[in-house]
């Protein structure tokens, strides 16, 4: 393999990797341009080493060596950077996809690297097609309402998850929950709650009703009604 043949491998990973990368960047993602590309463009490099040292030594020593063992560890590799993107914000876990684009972006640098240009460019095309349009379908067939909820509570075991249940029942997720009992007021606990809706949900309001039912609830404020897409 000559040199030119080398850049060109690295210089399609470099683009295809920051192709991915600009849409991660544009939602704020963890991971973002920089990053996709030098994973795309790492996974390149180890690939083309792999596959050299593999020929050298085949030329050299006249055995066979199988040049996709060091480039097999990428995927591996990969998990513990990807592990990095996902965070846990309150009850909800964020970065999965992102996590997952970066191992996409390593496979495409992996593919190439090898010489699967085709393979890799229908690759970075269905992956940008995902991140990017599927996302506008989700919101727009499969959108959820986000709610914050504003309680005060009677400072007792066992309330929470009696609201828990309560929300639970209504199918509707808790994604945030923080409790103040620096209010002044004996036995009294203030608690901000993120919810979830389930889409095409119509319980509201009377779902608050029920809340307010809940013995020890001396307080419930809704706010900040309105779409949400995760």
Known sequence: MDPRSVVTRLLISFVLGGVI????????????????I???????????????????????????YDPTRIAANI????????????????MTVRGLTTAASLWVVSAIGLAVGFGFYGAALVAAGLAALTLI????????????????????LEDRPGILAQLN??????????????????????????????????????????FIDRIRAIPGVYYVDAEHFGNFSE
């Open 133 to 152: 349009l599927l996302d506008r379908i989700e919101a727009m067939f499969f959108e959820s309402r986000r709610l914050s909820l504003s309680l005060s």
């Open 165 to 206: 249940s309560t929300l639970r029942d209504e199918g509707i997720k808790v994604t945030r929950l923080a409790a103040d009992s620096s209010s002044g007021k004996d036995g009294v606990v203030d608690v901000s709650l993120g919810i979830r809706l389930p889409v095409g949900y119509k319980g509201f309001p009377a």
């Open 21 to 36: 990368g600009l849409e991660r960047e544009s939602h704020q993602r963890p991971a973002g341009l920089r990053t996709h």
């Open 38 to 64: 030098l994973v795309a463009t790492g996974s390149c490099l180890i690939t083309l080493v792999s596959f050299y040292s593999g020929a050298s030594v085949a030329a050299t020593h006249g055995v066979s």
């Open 75 to 90: 995927i591996t590799g990969i998990g513990f950077l990807g592990a990095g993107t996902i965070l846990r914000d309150g």
